[in-house]
C-alpha cells in the first residue's frame, strides 16, 4: 500500500495468480482478455475504467497511467487476497477466488478459532489504540511476537517484569459492529523468545479454548491459510490504497486468505531466521495474528512483518515444536508431537533460559552465619563463620563503618502541563510586524488535531508535523532575549522538576496520533546513533513573566513532535553551537532582544535509511542530512530575515552505514535558494521581501559567526 513501481505490484499480481491453482484464476493479457474483479459492475465508472486499463497492460506496467496503477493495487490485487470484516465470531466470503471457505467444512475448522484470537491492549497508554494481535496457545497462555510485548517488557528469555506503570489485556472481540467492555487481563510474561518474534504471556480468567499448533512439516504453496487479526492503518503508506482495500475500517477483527509459501531468509532483532511466509493482505496491526491451516484449522504460524508487494513472515510452528526450551512452556500442540532437536534457536538461549526453581528445605542445612567478630587496637582480628582464625594484622585503628550512596540514574519526563486548552503557540505579531507561518505544499501530508488544525500549538512556538515521515515539517518561535523574561534564577532541573542523576524522557503529544510522531524509545534503543536533537532550542522559548509561564515553556520543548533525529555530534559539537551563535549574531544586529525564528530538517527523498525500534516494533526512517533555519529580527530597515543550512559534509564517507563524522557545514542563503532546496514549503512573502541573504548585512553576519556566505 505504500507507493510502489507499477511493475512490481504486476510481478506480485502474477505471483498470486500462479498460487491459485485449481481455483478461478485471473485471465492474463495475451489473449486479450482483461483481470475480472468481485463486483466489478458496482465500482464506480472511473474505477471500471482504470481496472480495465491496467489489465489490458499487466504486460507493458510501464505505460500504465496513475489511476490504473491506483487500480492495480487497490482494486485488482486486493481482490485477489481480500481482508474479510468478521461478525459475530463468523464471517462471509463474496470473493470469487475464495468462495469454498464458506463450505460447511471448512468454516467448521476455521470458525472456532475465531474467539480465541484477540487485541493485545495497553491500558496505560493514550499514543496507540492497541498493541498488536494476540492468540490463546494453552490454558490461560497467549502467543504475540515479542515485538509487540516489547510495548511494556524489556528483555528475551523468562523471568521478566513489565516495566514500570505499564499493563497490558486482551480484548477477544472488537468487530467493526460489535465492541464489548470485557477485557481480560495479562498477569506476567511467561518468556520472550530470544531467537524467533514471539512472546508468551499469562492471561487471567479467558473461557475460550486455546488454538492447536500444527507440528508437522510445512506444506508447498498449495496449502491454503487464513490470517486473523486487527489490521490497523498504516500512515507511511498510502491512505487511498489502504480505504480502497479495508474500507476506511481499520482495528477491527478480520479474515485475511491466502497461501503459504516457501520459507525465506529475513533480518529480524539483528539476526537472520528462516521463516514462514504467505501472501495474505495484512498491516502493522497483524502482528501477533494467527496464520491457520484452511485444511487443518491449526495454527501453522505467528505472523510477524512483511514486505509490500513481496512477501509476508511467519514465525513457523513446526520449529516452536522442536524447541527444546518450550516443552514445558503449556503450548497446545497436535499430537504427535515431534521429540524436541536442535535447531538455529539453541545457541540464543544460552545466557537468557532460568534454571528449574528448586524448593528451599524447611531448615536450612547449614546454620546461618553469625555476625562478623573483630578484636580491634591489637596486631591480631579473629573472625568467626563460624569457624575461628586468627591472622596477624598489625595495629587496627577504628574504622566507622559506612553505608555508600549510591546515585541511580533515571529517564524522567520533565514537568509538562497536560492540560492543552490554552497553549497559544506562535504568535505572528511578536515582532511587531504581521508575519505569518509558512505555507506547506500538499497540507493533506500534515498530522492534524482532532479539530484539522496543522499547527500545533505549544507556549511561545508551534509545529507543523510531516505524518508520512513522523517529523517536524517546520516549526515557528518567538525568542526574548532581554534578562526582564528570562528568569535568570531558574535551573533546568528546577523548570524540569528533575532530581540528581536523572535525564529526560520525552514524550508523545497526545493531541496527534502515535503513529505521526516517534517515540522516546526510537532515541533511547538506537544503538546510539543519534542525538534528541531539539528543533526549537529550550533556551530560545524558556521566558516569561512568571516562573510557571516559563515552566511551562520548558516542558513543551520535549514533546517528542520537537525532536529530530539527528546524527550524533550534531547537537552536541565540539566547541561550536551549531544554532546558538547564529542567533547571537543576529542579534548583535538587532534593535531590540527579540527574534522570530522558523526551522526545520530538510526531508528529502534520498535521505538514508536507519532501521531502529518504536513503541509497535520494528521501524525504519529515514535520517535527515541537513537542516535549515530563518532567524527575523527587526532592524532600522523593519525587519531582516536570515536563512541558514546545516548540511554535513559526506565527502568520502559511506552513508550506508550511517556512521557519519560529525563534520558540519554551515552556510547562509538567500531565502529562494532555500525555498528550492527545503522543498515541501513556501516562506510568506514578508520574509522574501526582507531577505537580507545576500547583502552586506548577511556577509556580516556570517563573518561575526564563522560561516561560510
Known sequence: MAESDARAAVNFLLRTARNNAGLESLELPGAGDEASVTN?????????SAVEGAAAKLDRPDQMTPNEHFALEAIIIPD??????????????THRDWLHLNDPGVRALIKPAIPAIGRLELPDRHDIPYGGTAFLVGPGLVMTNRHVAELFVDGAGRGLSFRPGASAAMNFVEEAGRQVPQRYRITSV?????????????????????????????EGPEDEIVVI??????????????????????DVKRLQPGHRLPRRAVDSFGKSVNASTHDASTLGGNSGSAVVSVRTGQVVGLHFGGA???????????DLALDAQLVDAGLSFAAPRPAPGSGAWDGWWQGVETPAVVAAPATPAVPPPTPVATTVGTTTASITIPLTITVSLGDLAPTAITTESVTLERAVMPWHDENYADRQGYDPDFLGFPIPLPTAFGPGGLARMSDGATAIPYTHFSIAMHAGR?????????????????????????????????????FPDPRLRGVEQLPDRFFTQDRGAFDKGHLVRR???????????RRRANGDTYHVTNCSPQVADFNRPRGTDNWGDLENAVLKQATTQRLTVFAGPVLAADDPPFRGVDDAGAVTVAIPRAFWKVIVAPDGAGIGAYGFLLEQDLTGVATEALQFDAHWRRSIVDLATLEKRIGHLTLPDILHDADRGRTSAGYAIAAAAGITA
Do not use: C
Not at 487479526?229 to 481499520?250: E, K, L
Not at 509490500?308 to 513446526?318: E, I, K, M, S
Not at 526582564?484 to 522538576?497: E, I, N, T, V
Open 470 to 506: 513522523r517529523l517536524a515539517l517546520f516549526t515557528a518561535s518567538n525568542v526574548r532575549r532581554d534578562p526582564a523574561g528570562r528568569g535568570s534564577a531558574d535551573g533546568r532541573d528546577d523548570l524540569g522538576g528533575l532530581g540528581v542523576g536523572d535525564t529526560e524522557r520525552w
Open 229 to 250: 487479526g486487527y489490521p490497523a492503518f498504516n500512515p507511511r503508506f498510502s491512505r487511498a490504497i489502504q480505504d480502497q482495500v479495508f474500507g476506511g475500517v481499520y
Open 80 to 93: 485477489r487476497r481480500p481482508a474479510i470484516l468478521i461478525a459475530n465470531d463468523d464471517y462471509t466470503v
Open 40 to 48: 466489478f459492475e458496482s465500482l464506480p465508472d472511473a474505477h471500471k
Open 539 to 549: 533556551a530560545d522559548v524558556v521566558w516569561g513573566e512568571t516562573f510557571d509561564e
Open 308 to 318: 509490500y508487494l513481496d512477501t509476508n513472515y511467519a514465525v513457523p510452528a513446526r
Open 190 to 218: 511467561v518468556l520472550v523468545h530470544p531467537y524467533w518474534d514471539m512472546a508468551l504471556l499469562k492471561v487471567a480468567d479467558v473461557p475460550f479454548a486455546p488454538l492447536t499448533l500444527s507440528a508437522a512439516d510445512p
